[in-house]
């Protein structure tokens, strides 16, 4: 069966997905996907390491930046916004992170707190920097379980948690994963939003495919998936 090769930010892992399967369907073509933080799966694809790539999702920035350099072709098709958001496992207390003051008084509290690792994705940037700007960077340090991506950091939450754990990633890589709940956004001082886009890679043999898959991921049909999976359409 022919493939089509997909490189994709964690963020837009659920929403991939899905498109995937009816992408499947509809076509006969098998869509092979590799998820992972914005950073790694960027190298990745310049690497030209592995199979050929054949369509991406990334930041807006980092697909900008792609198609500057040649590697992406024009134009990128934007799946929308994501925010920021906590997350417990599934059965345990909803803590407050309405202000600045509750988030802070619950990061202190919690036995765990899990994230994507800094150094490689956009939520771990943001959770660094909320942890900074609350002042408790040092007091919480022994506490920080990094994963890399959210999904990962997620998946741990909802399987080995404990009741005071507490995750924090983008809310695409919170709402599709069974076993945790999602508390709520970080307050707004405390966020970045990060627009997520698709393109097509220029060299792809498979361009007309790469770009069937994402007007399936990004056209009209598709915004109340990527609402339901937290994306701002």
Same mark, same amino acid.
């Given at each position: 069966m022919?493939?089509?090769?997909?490189?994709s930010a964690g963020a837009a892992q659920s929403a991939v997905r899905?498109?995937?399967?009816?992408?499947?369907?509809a076509t006969g073509i098998e869509p092979?996907?590799? !998820? %992972?933080?914005?950073?790694?799966?960027?190298?990745?694809?310049?690497?030209?390491? %592995?199979? $050929?790539?054949?369509?991406?999702?990334?930041?807006?920035?980092?697909?900008?930046?792609?198609?500057a350099s040649g590697f992406v072709a024009a134009p990128r098709?934007?799946?929308g916004k994501v925010g920021t958001g906590v997350a417990v496992r599934e059965g345990a207390v909803r803590p407050d992170v309405s202000n600045a003051d509750s988030l802070c008084a619950t990061l202190r509290a919690a036995s765990v707190?899990? !994230?994507?690792?800094?150094?490689? $994705?956009?939520?771990?940037?943001?959770?660094?920097?909320?942890?900074?700007?609350?002042?408790?960077t040092g007091e919480v340090k022994n506490r920080l379980k990094l994963f890399p991506n959210g999904n990962a950091a997620m998946t741990w939450?909802?399987?080995?948690?404990? $009741?005071?754990a507490v995750g924090i990633t983008q809310n695409s890589e919170i709402l599709p994963i069974a076993g945790v709940m999602h508390v709520g956004p970080l307050p707004?001082? !405390?966020?970045?939003?990060?627009?997520?886009?698709?393109?097509?890679?220029a060299n792809s043999a498979r361009a007309v495919e790469a770009?069937? !898959?994402?007007?399936?991921?990004?056209?009209?049909?598709?915004?109340?998936?990527?609402?339901?999976?937290g994306f701002e359409v």
């Open positions: 022919a493939a089509l090769h997909i490189l899905d498109t995937m399967a009816v992408f499947r369907c092979v996907a590799e !998820f %992972g933080a914005v950073g790694a799966i960027k190298a990745k694809a310049l690497s030209g390491s %592995g199979a $050929a790539v054949d369509l991406i999702v990334l930041t807006d920035t980092m697909i900008d930046e792609l198609i098709a934007d799946l707190i899990t !994230f994507p690792d800094p150094a490689i $994705a956009t939520a771990g940037k943001i959770v660094m920097a909320c942890l900074d700007k609350l002042g408790i939450l909802a399987a080995e948690g404990d $009741a005071s707004d001082e !405390f966020q970045a939003k990060a627009t997520y886009s698709a393109g097509c890679v770009r069937d !898959f994402i007007s399936r991921l990004t056209g009209p049909a598709a915004k109340s998936m990527l609402a339901a999976k």
